[in-house]
Each structure stands twice: as structure tokens, then as C-alpha cells.
């Protein structure tokens, strides 16, 4: 590829978004820039804009409220269904007006979440599978429910082009989102945007996507290293098992709080763990009337969970966790 001469997006993207379709079940694929701009562009495929209203979880990452309000939208934030660690239907539903125009369902930190609840919302969902690649529900892959799929393929991502993102569903939207992403040579003044993949990232990709599989057994064998070295751990609860609706991009336990102290505990004995959501967005909003996310954000540990993780330092990372909580 890189002797061929060429660099930037040109057939190694065209070539990888087929492949990125073909295993999302969908029509079409649009390779971005990166997860955040997936979001942003499907949004804006879907002609959310000013005046508007985007129902998002509130225990997720920022970039889901950055990426609304770039759209000219107003985020509503609700609050997390505490099974699925995903956004609440019931709350969702609650929160709803007449102004609601998409949805944002995140399938949380490698488990698949059902949308049939989120149906009765009546809007556009957009799910984001950025946690989720690979991960199947009902015979079906993540991404192949919603009007519109977004990806991310960050460095810590299951699969990963470095930086890079990608919006999946029907031909006629991702093909608005293909529009949008290049803003050169053009005869209007359309809002667009320099939101490429290179080839380079994308020929990476390919060969991460080829890979997949293999990733996700390996996460699934760490996950069970993990249930089976936690088990009789006190002050500890561990995930359900979902079986293929689980890729375990991270591996998230429940801890007896407090939970600060059992992360100071385990740097000291040189384990990075952390919360798997940096703080709720309300916090940051000042807001309140979010309960179960605040109670997410109080109890819930993730443990290092990746492909090139070993076995020992599986073992090293549930013990120096039982010696914590202990």
C-alpha cells in the first residue's frame, strides 16, 4: 500500500468499509476520522439540528454531549439501567417531548443491549458500538438495528486503526454521511467537513477486522480467568454472563463501596484499574435526579481486559484485587 503511492482515502477505505458492512449486517459503512465524528456525522444524517433534542446516557463517555451540541442540538440526558449499564428505556421514554428527534443507545463496555424497548421511543436510534464490535444479540450483530451504527477504532478499542471512527446502516444515509465528510471541490457551501480515514489507517484496519474473531475469544477467555479467580472474593460482584452478547471490551465488577480506597489500594500495588465512565455528565452539568447512574459511578471497578494481556498478569491483577477488598 504505501509503496503504491497512495496515502490517503482512496481504495484500502473503500476496501475496508465493505468488509466493516459486511460483518455489521448492514447496507453501507462510511470510514471517518474517529468515533466522534461518526457520532456527529450520523446526526447530522439524520438532520438533527437546531431546535432538537438528542436523548443520551448520562454515565458514558463526553463525546456523545460534545457531539450533539456540535449538531446545534440540545442533549437530554437519562439516567442508566443498572443491569445493562447501558441508557435506561424506561427513563429514556420518560424524558421524551415533542422536540426529541434521535436517541443515542450506547451497548456498554462490550455487552449488547436490546433495542425493542427503545422502539417505543418512536425517534431515530443511533447505536453506538464502539465498545461493541463483534458482539451478537438474537442472532443478530450489534448495529444491524438501529437507523444508524457508529464505531470507533481508538488505540484501546476492540479492533483499532489508531484513530478512526465509521457510520454503518442504510445506503441512502451513509451516503450523506460520505458527503459530509469531505468538504473539497465542491459547488455549494454545504456545511462539511475534513473528517477522512487514510488508507494507511484503513489497511490496518483490515488486517485488525481479519482479526476480530481471535480478539474476542481471547477477551472472553481473560473474562473467564477473571469470574473464576473473583468468585469467593468478598465485597465483590461480578458481570452476568451473556455468552456472544458479551465481547468484554472491558471487564466491569460491582465493588462494596467505597471504591476509592480499593483504587489507591491497587496502584499502589502497580494494577491499573478505574472507573469505566470518568464521571457521570450530569456532574459536570451540576445536575442531579440520575440515581442509578450515580450509584454506577460509586460501585463499579473495570479490570484490565485485552488480547495481549497474559494469563499471569490475569492472575496478578484478581489477586492483588481479593488482597484489596480483603
Known sequence: MVRGGHLVQGPEVMAFERGLALRLGAAAAAAVSSGSAALELALRALDVGPGHEVIIPTYACDALYHAVTRCGATPVLADADPETLGLSAADAIRRRTTRTRAAIVVHPFGLAVDLDDFQRLGVALVEDCAQTLGATLGGRPVGARGGLAVCSFYATKLLTTGEGGAVTGPAYLVARVRDARDYDERADLTPRFNYKMTDMQAALGQSQLARLDAFIARRRALAARYRAALVRATRCRLPADAGEGHVYHRFVVAIEPPLAPVLADLERRGVT??????????????????????RLWAERLSLPCYPLLTDGEAATVARALTEALA
Do not use: D, Q, T
Open 273 to 294: 484499574a478505574r472507573r469505566p465512565v470518568f464521571r457521570p455528565i450530569h456532574r459536570a452539568l451540576g445536575l442531579s435526579g440520575y440515581p442509578n447512574a450515580e
